[in-house]
């Protein structure tokens, strides 16, 4: 099965500010894909340019098997998108919303439409300016998925939303998305680390890396080294070791090239005195700081 | 065409507030032009200016409801719901072109009917010219309000977008000094203005829609009203006169209408001033110069060209030209260009050749009817339903006539001439009202005595030049 999305050289810039810049995405069939980067790496626009809402100013991308410029009716009707800062229509309740996008949609399943609303505790007489940004969110994502589309596209999908409505959405989203390939992009590294199978860092508008998820918490692992005493750095320090710091007899590091082998065997080649060695697994939070840092400071050299 | 309909729906549901404001607003115009215009006809010659405000309120109010209704789908910006939503993007033009027509056409249409019967004409008789003023209302306000609220994000720019484009063709319009320079071919850059602003708007709306390209929009929009509101400044008028010659198609023969020089034989110092006069008019016809060119080419390759004038235009002082109405002499009138002393300078008493061209219109006098001041009312084929007034200035009498439909037919008022006619397509002449008023005044022998209305057909529009070999346009060598 082809990927749905698959971008190659994707730029878009704003004037003479890059916000993407020869992006090679590549999201598979059934995957969700979390599109991960600092704020203004360029995520937005990623999705904005696979969306068709802007166009890139160099590079293609293909979405469902479609560019995404020539992105129409037919294959909107089955992509579903939700965005932090997309306009509702606000003046439509949540009943009128759901009944209004019916006939948009030839696969519309009006029972799982009820059931969402339900599920997310949606009132539907209510209009959707007097939702609060939560319900809000709900009634897009319900509005998304009541018609089972093959790709659902979420641009920041949880920022400013409490942790409850988060957990919510998240069940809503996997329960009526099993088989879907689903693009998530966000900051929040929690949430997506939950349920994400796939991992692309986007920083100042380049991928920087993209892979599995299971892949990506074996590759990278908070490194503690004890010594008798305080140890000095070696000159042939690995580029894979980031963020070194010594504490009195303790060394600890990043490393970005994780193998159960090879790492203590580095360790104890450049490290004779080392006492203990402890290799222990990091949260994505953890990676995604590593990561940011180590770019920076690829970036200064 | 089903979804267009039920987006609709959507918007008649959700703009019923705004929708209702348009209707009640052309009601009210409704209303204030199916009064009796008694006010006229009490010696009240300034009409109510009433209706004009309610004009003016109904056209913010039709912007209002175009930019709300635009607006609930917006084409500009990256945020929107709709754009990532399967609506095919001609369903969506078409749902509000529908509400357009629904909410704004077709009440302005019932409208025009209900002033056309409230003022004693036919709506069906005037069918034509109602079609007129639909496609008029559409190019003038209805697609440029609705190209700029797609290119636009918020009220405040549509409003900005309303004053600069109505300041631009307010200065436009006094620079080029439309109804002086252009006189009685004014109709030519005003319908090429309304052409290329209906046009522009229409392919910058489907552009929008269809691609979402917003500054590729603001820049076709700022185009098309910047070229349409400088068409009054460009003054092409060689080919403006070749246009007008073709309107309307020649009723009478007039190709043997030609001019020829007419020095006066008692005076032969011609001192710039030269007499043309205009033979082979058809019977019971008259000319009317609009415009006048004359070019002076002398040895040595030096030549001055005087450009299109109209005689009332005051230029510059000292005028480099000027020239009167033909003096009515029988079937030969002599009209009189005088080169002023600037220009003779450069040819002084050199032999020259002189071309003096002359766009002119002809009218042939119709029928004459006799009405008595103050007595009722008389319809008269070509200019409508007409009436007699007194007027307070002694032996003067005012003639209001009314028409469902344009005319272009003249009028003179005891053999004098009370008002000349042109010609002009309905485009050019869409006025507030469907019914069109034309009004003269003329002088009475005595109160109460009768007076004689001789309509005037609009016969040709035609153009004619004349080469003068080796003149001397002064025998004196001018003082320096």
């Known amino acids: ?301 | 065409m089903r979804q267009a309909l039920h987006i609709f729906r959507k918007d008649v549901r959700f703009l019923w507030l705004p929708m209702l404001v348009v209707l009640a607003m052309t009601a009210l115009f409704a209303w204030s032009h199916s009064a009796d215009p008694s006010t006229f006809a009490k010696g009240n010659a300034r009409p109510d200016e009433l209706p004009g405000m309610i004009n003016f309120l109904l056209t913010m109010c039709r912007w209002y409801f175009i930019a709300c209704l635009i607006y609930k789908e917006q084409p500009a910006g990256d945020c929107q719901f709709w754009v990532t939503r399967p609506y095919s993007w001609k369903s969506l033009l078409a749902a509000k072109a529908l509400a357009v027509v629904a909410f704004i056409n077709v009440p302005f249409l019932i409208s025009d009917m209900a002033i056309l019967w409230a003022n004693g004409f036919s709506p069906a008789r005037a069918a034509a010219s109602l079609l007129a003023r639909q496609i008029a209302i559409t190019a003038i306000i209805l697609l440029p309000a609705a190209a700029i609220a797609a290119a636009t994000r918020h009220l405040a720019q549509v409003a900005f977008a309303g004053l600069t484009l109505t300041a631009l063709y307010s200065v436009a319009h006094g620079a080029g000094d439309l109804d002086q320079s252009w006189h009685r071919l004014a109709w030519i850059p005003t319908c090429t203005a309304v052409v290329v602003l209906a046009g522009g708007t229409f392919v910058a709306l489907i552009w929008q829609f269809a691609r979402r390209r917003t500054p590729i929009t603001r820049l076709v929009l700022a185009g098309v009203c910047g070229i349409s509101a400088a068409m009054p400044m460009a003054k092409p008028f060689a080919g403006a006169i070749a246009l007008q010659s073709l309107f309307p198609a020649a009723s009478q023969s007039v190709s043997a209408v030609h001019l020829s020089f007419a020095p006066d034989s008692h005076d032969p110092v011609i001192n710039g001033r030269l007499a043309i006069r205009i033979d082979g008019l058809p019977p019971a016809t008259r000319a009317v110069a609009d415009l006048v060119e004359a070019v002076i080419r002398g040895p040595n390759g030096a030549s001055w060209r005087s450009g299109w004038i109209w005689s009332s235009r005051p230029y510059g002082n000292p005028a480099p030209m000027e020239w009167s109405q033909p003096w009515e002499n029988g079937q030969n009138p002599v009209l009189y260009v005088k080169i002023n002393q600037g220009v003779l300078d450069r040819f002084q008493s050199q032999p020259v050749n002189v071309r003096v061209s002359l766009a002119m219109t002809i009218f042939r006098a119709e029928t004459t009817t006799r009405m008595i001041p103050d007595q009722g009312n008389y319809p008269i084929a070509g200019l409508g339903v007409c009436s007699a007034r007194s007027s307070d200035a002694a032996g003067s009498s005012l003639l209001l006539c009314r028409s469902a439909e344009f005319q272009s037919a003249g009028f003179r008022i005891n053999g004098q001439t009370a008002m000349d006619a042109s010609y002009a397509p309905s485009l050019a002449a869409f006025e507030e009202t469907p019914v069109y008023t034309s009004w003269g005044v003329g002088y009475l022998f005595h109160q109460g005595s009768p007076i004689y209305l001789t309509t005037e057909r609009l016969i040709a529009h035609l153009r004619r030049d004349l080469e003068i070999p080796r003149i001397r346009l002064a025998e004196e060598p001018s003082q320096p």
């Open chain 1, 1 to 301: 099965m082809s990927s749905p999305i698959r971008t190659q050289e994707l730029s878009k810039a704003f004037r003479r500010q890059d916000a993407v810049r020869e992006l090679d995405l590549e999201v598979p069939a059934g995957s969700i894909y979390g599109l991960i980067g600092p704020n203004g790496a360029g995520k937005t626009t990623t999705i904005k340019l696979l969306m068709n809402i802007l166009r890139p100013s160099s590079g293609s991308a293909e979405v469902l098997g479609v560019d995404s410029r020539r992105l129409g009716p037919k294959q909107l009707a089955r992509i579903g998108y939700v965005s932090e800062n997309q306009e509702l229509p606000e003046e439509m309740t949540v009943d009128y919303l759901l009944r209004y996008l019916k006939p948009f949609y030839p696969a519309w399943d009006e029972a799982l439409a009820n059931e969402m609303v339900r599920q997310f505790d949606l009132p539907r007489d209510r209009k959707l300016r007097h939702l609060s940004r939560g319900m809000r969110m709900k009634a897009a994502l319900a509005s998304s998925l009541a018609y089972r589309p093959e790709l659902i596209i979420l641009d920041e999908p949880f920022t400013g939303l409490d942790a409850l409505v988060r957990l919510e959405l998240i069940q809503g989203l996997l329960e009526r998305a099993e088989g879907t390939t689903i693009l998530i992009s966000s900051h929040d590294l929690a949430e997506i680390e939950s349920f994400a199978s796939h991992i692309g860092y986007i920083e100042e508008g380049r991928l920087r890396f993209h892979e599995e998820m299971s892949t990506l918490a074996e590759r990278f692992r908070q490194v503690e080294v004890i010594f008798e005493a305080p140890p000095a750095l070696p000159r042939d320090w690995p580029p894979a070791w980031s963020q070194p710091q010594t504490a009195s007899a303790v060394l600890r590091f990043v490393d970005r090239q994780f193998d159960p082998e090879r790492t203590p065997a580095e360790i104890r080649r450049l490290f004779p005195e080392a006492r203990n060695i402890a290799c222990t697994a990091m949260p994505l939070k953890d990676i995604f700081v590593a990561l940011a840092l180590a770019g920076r400071q690829s970036a200064a050299a």
